[in-house]
């Protein structure tokens, strides 16, 4: 896959030429003209190329697993719509209070209700 090292272009760029104008709007301009220029490309010498495809490079990245619906298996990440959601911490005990619009139960902290989305007081 090719990808483009903006780090390594921004180097070069900043290395040869000085921040006259200091505004962020032009120097990045300018630096997208600089990436635009055409120069002597050296793999074919007498042809040229866009300097920007000095800095793009080939690599290599491991392939991505598919999420397919027939086989995706949950992780638990997330647990089912009637569960609380965003607190490792479950228990029942006095640390919970019920939604005011329709009685599920919620934690002490929570400000909406998971279930209806009513705002909690």
Known sequence: MKVFNGKTAADDYMSSHTLTFSTPELTLTRF???LGDMVPDPKNPGQQMPRLMNFIEEKDFAP?????DDTFVPTGAMKTIGGLYGSVNTSTEISSKFCQECGSKLSLVA???TECGATQD
Do not use: E, I, R, S
Not at 64 to 68: I, R
């Open 111 to 113: 400000k909406f209700c």
């Open 32 to 34: 997208a003209f600089w």
């Open 64 to 68: 991505t697993p598919l999420v397919d």
